[in-house]
């Protein structure tokens, strides 16, 4: 077993584990892509496999069935309520400013670019990417007017987290977040663990604004498009897929394949996550093929991040798809030598692909030279924030009123704990951690610290050390901490005591943690990458984690009294509730309750511990119960912001569980 095989091996004086040679730092994010590999092998032969239309229709309705599902379903349509609250005039064209609301109080600003002349005219959906002032961004306004000039009627909206939709607004009224992505991961985190994710709230407001252009007397609902670039590239590729009123699309600078994804940069922001995707087989390909053979231009930059090899496959594989369906020449492809950005010859592009298939002129129109507006003549409210004016509900509002309708449905804890194994994705029993043993130990009076290293599954290697006051019979001590192992058992740490007292301790690093924890920093953590990779295979990281707990206790006999500290205490708290052999927890520092998470719009390093849906069955801070009657040790537990939370307030938070 782990202790015998380490007192063999206890020499040397270096309690580093692994080498630099050994990247560890890049072992979770290589294990992650590692598997998400298989499945896209997995998708590439259901792909190959398809031959007819049939098998093609067959195909694309069962994604779509499970895209709909992964964003926990679309709500019932409300009045939009819509209302002009002002007009720009341009040249050969006008613009409305626009208010209406996408859910009941939750209200989206918009401009609505009419053409000169009669209508009515075909209607461009035009979702913005990750500008700061939203629709008013240069780039937006030139290709809503270059389309306006062209006969095009176009709605520009704002998404959440920017333009003046800012989420969470300081007293003063100015944004509490800095930068868009950024709210939208925050967003996403509460999203998440509802049974939504931001996408969902992102791709609603886009089939409302749908709603509403196809409302418009100027527009012909029987001609509409969607194009956008970035951020904005995302959501047509999703309002492509799934509303069938989009007759052309043109998604411009998203457009690659999830492999080179993540094999280039990695996940991005969290509307760009959909929850179980890799695991179900959607591939970025899919928003293409999903609506074939509907017309799509796919629009590239050589130089974009998002890989232009990436582009080429989704193409190749559209084409062939579009071909089985009889209409291989309604794909197509633009590539720019330029970088990521809507710039001029992919506005063109689109236009022109819009004008083609909604109009059905295909010629070759220029954009030339032309004013565009200042920020504030677009601007749709008196303070430049919806919230601010409107006092209505933001999307950290939506998502804490479901966690409260959640909470009357939530399991008993025994009945929970099946839940709790395949929300996590962990399969019991769980096997033991394979051990190695390594050489070198430090002496410290009455105690040895000696090293190795567990496997707990393949290409998961986690160093660990072990604290060693001899031939013992104590129960010994798993301790599994969020920043690193080395912090309890240094020298008067606060492992030290129970070594002491005669347990033999072992403080491992859970896998993105300590020696092995990925490099960068986040206010989601350095490891929200591979959070993301979590995400997309079903196998939330803190269900790996839980894995890691329990592989080692298995390893080291069973029965290991458990004590957590910081980011993993939910880990932890997960791993004893699975395993009732474990007989003692520990707790310190970190957080008991998903629920007090969606109170605090703003987090810290907390997308790892999010289990997507958890709460639709359970919570942290039902957990405990499911220990009883072992003992459970709290300390300092803390808000999800990271700020202490007081005796009184922990009190509360499991006044009911108690009884």
Known sequence: MILAALLLALQGDDLTVFKPEDQPRKMLYTHLQAECGKQFDARRKAVAALKTPEDVKKRQDALREKFIEALGGFPEKTPLNPRVVGTVKGDGFTVEKVIYESRPDHHVTANFYKPEGKGPFPGVLMPCGHSDNGKAAEAYQRVCILMARNGLAVLCYDPIGQGERMQFLNSDGKPAIKGNTTEHTHAGIGALLVGWSCASYRIWDGIRSLDYLASRPEVDPKRLGCTGNSGGGTLTSYLMALDDRIVAAAPSCYVTTLERLFATIGPQDAEQNITGQVAFGMEQTDYVTMRGPKPTLICTGTQDFFDIQGSWTTFREAKQIYGILGHAERVDLIEYNDKHGFSKPRREAATRWMRRWLLGMDDAIVEGNFPIFKDAELQCTTSGQVIADLKGRSVFDLALERSKALMARNLSPKESLQVVREKLGVTMPVPAAEVTPLSGSVKRGSYEVGR???????????????????????????????????????????????????????????????????????????????????????????????????????????????????????????AAALDPRIPAVTLEGGIVSWTSLLKSPVTQNQLANVVPGALEHYDLRTMPASLAPRPLTVKGAVHPDGKPMTQEELEALWAPVRK
């Open 452 to 574: 190795g290293i567990l496997t707990t599954e393949p290409g998961v290697r986690l160093p660990f050390l072990l604290m060693s006051p001899g031939p013992s019979q104590r129960v010994k001590v798993l301790a599994v901490s969020g920043e690193s192992k080395a912090v309890g058992t240094a020298a008067g740490g606060p492992l030290e005591k129970w070594v002491k007292e005669g347990h033999p301790v072992v403080a491992l690093d859970l896998r993105g943690y300590g020696e092995t924890a990925p490099e960068g920093k986040s206010p989601f953590g350095a490891d929200w990458k591979e959070a993301f990779l979590g995400i997309h295979l079903n196998r939330p990281l803190l269900g790996q984690r839980v894995r890691d707990i329990l592989a080692a206790n298995e390893a080291m006999g069973g029965a290991c009294r458990l004590s957590a500290s910081g980011a993993a205490v939910p880990a932890a708290l997960h």
